[in-house]
């Protein structure tokens, strides 16, 4: 049975939890990372030097990096279902995960630790407004992205909605103010109403 | 033909135009970002909203985001090739290149590239705590490249076009650094590769 690594707090994690739900994959998961430690022990090193999580092993293929686990999974599992056939659709579906990776989390992280994992007399409230205030500006781009589309790499569920998923809800939970993203609502509306979803994004954000 | 916005001098832009060069495509690279401009301009940010180099342009599809950008053109030029067929292949691939993503490149930016553009912009410390993140993320590529011969295992493919741009900016800073002989031989051999000559600037020149 496919064997995943990580915590369920985090997003990343939650990516691959979703993928195997969605596609109904049984698999085996064991808790690692952050307050559960597992992933500095040199086992785990030695399945995923780069020491973060998920990692997964399937049958004994090891990966890790959150976005090339839920390629290969629905490449393998879901091709032309949640892995676009189609270059072009592929792509973009691609592109916004890249974006959610290179963009999105690494502007969102100071304000999520801050106001989520930081006690308040210990935050930094400058830098938690500057980090809300760009994710509420990139969020905006997500937003003009699903105007006229059902999902984000178009009429169809797919890979990059999977990997959007975890991060949204955050985003979404965070006790802090957001512009009103009528596209992004409607979509997430849509996502939880997906089996996967309802059972997985279920508690608050820590 | 293809279009693709960008400067020589962004890592991301060099990525992917040592994957254009690698597939022999007929392209016209526009120059965008920085002191080219471009990027602000309300027609850019309709094919980019995110506003940053490169995007590329193929009858009227416009795709940014480099690693997807590679991915496109080598899913659909060099399938099998560049592009690995085997879905396992394929994931390896796909990690190294997020990784690349997110893990190196991030510890090259901002400080690392700070140095030769705005030297003095962050202290002694920041700069020190990124240089050895660098040199961390080297010693994990190191013990993969000491393994396969390629970034993705047997054959040079895509994850080798996204890898070598920031390894070539990493070994041409002006900070100490271990010796990653894994790395070296790897990158000694990439880089003798024309599509490489013409997209690495020669010696130590760097924009950021």
Redesign the interface.
């Known amino acids: 049975m496919l064997k995943l690594w990580g915590r369920l707090n985090s997003i990343n994690v939650m990516k691959v939890v979703l993928a195997l739900d969605e596609i109904g994959l049984p698999y085996e998961r064991t808790d690692a990372g952050l307050q559960f430690g597992v992933n500095n022990t040199p086992e785990y090193r030695a399945m995923n030097p780069n020491g973060l999580v998920p990692t997964i092993d399937d049958d004994g293929f090891v990966l890790w990096e959150s976005n090339a686990i839920v390629r290969y999974l629905c490449a393998v599992h879901a091709a032309g279902r949640f892995w676009p056939e189609d270059p072009r659709v592929r792509a973009d579906a691609d592109r916004w995960m890249d974006w959610q990776g290179t963009t999105l989390n690494p502007i969102m992280v100071p304000s999520f630790a801050g106001l989520v994992r930081t006690p308040p007399e210990k935050r930094d409230a400058a830098a938690i407004e500057a980090s809300r205030t760009k994710t509420d500006a990139a969020v905006g781009l997500l937003d003009a992205r699903l105007e006229g589309r059902e999902y984000i790499a178009g009429g169809a569920f797919s890979m990059a909605d999977i990997a959007l998923a975890p991060i949204m809800h955050r985003w979404l939970n965070m006790p802090c103010e957001r512009t009103p993203r009528p596209q992004v609502e409607r979509w997430y509306a849509s996502i939880m109403a997906r089996p996967a979803c309802a059972k997985n994004l279920t508690r608050p954000i820590t | 033909m293809l279009r693709i916005f960008g400067r020589l001098s962004s890592l991301n832009t060099q990525k992917v135009m040592f994957c254009v060069y690698e597939l022999g495509l007929e392209h016209e690279l526009v120059a965008a970002g920085r002191e080219f401009g471009v990027v602000d301009t309300p027609d850019y940010r309709a094919l980019n909203?995110?506003g940053l180099v490169p995007t590329l342009v193929e009858d009227g599809?416009a795709?940014?985001?480099s690693?997807?950008?590679i991915?496109?053109l080598c899913?659909?030029h060099s399938r099998g090739d560049l592009w690995p067929e085997d879905?396992?292949e394929?994931?390896?691939a796909?990690?190294?290149?997020?990784?690349q993503?997110?893990?190196l490149q991030?510890a090259l930016h901002p400080e690392l590239h700070s140095l030769s553009s705005d030297p003095g912009r962050f202290t002694p410390e920041r700069i020190e705590a990124a240089r050895m993140r660098c040199e961390t993320l080297m010693d994990?590529l190191d013990?993969?490249l000491g393994q396969v011969p390629f970034v993705s295992g047997a054959r040079f493919g895509m994850a080798d076009c996204a890898m070598a741009p920031p390894v070539h900016r990493w070994m041409n800073l002006a900070v100490e650094r271990g010796t990653y002989r894994a790395v070296e031989d790897w990158f000694g051999r990439v880089s003798q590769r024309p599509a490489a000559r013409k997209t690495l600037p020669a010696g130590a020149r760097h924009g950021s």
């Open positions: 909203p995110n599809f795709l940014w985001e690693n997807a950008i991915r496109y899913a659909q879905a396992r394929r994931a390896l796909d990690s190294w290149m997020d990784w993503q997110t893990q991030r994990m013990s993969r």
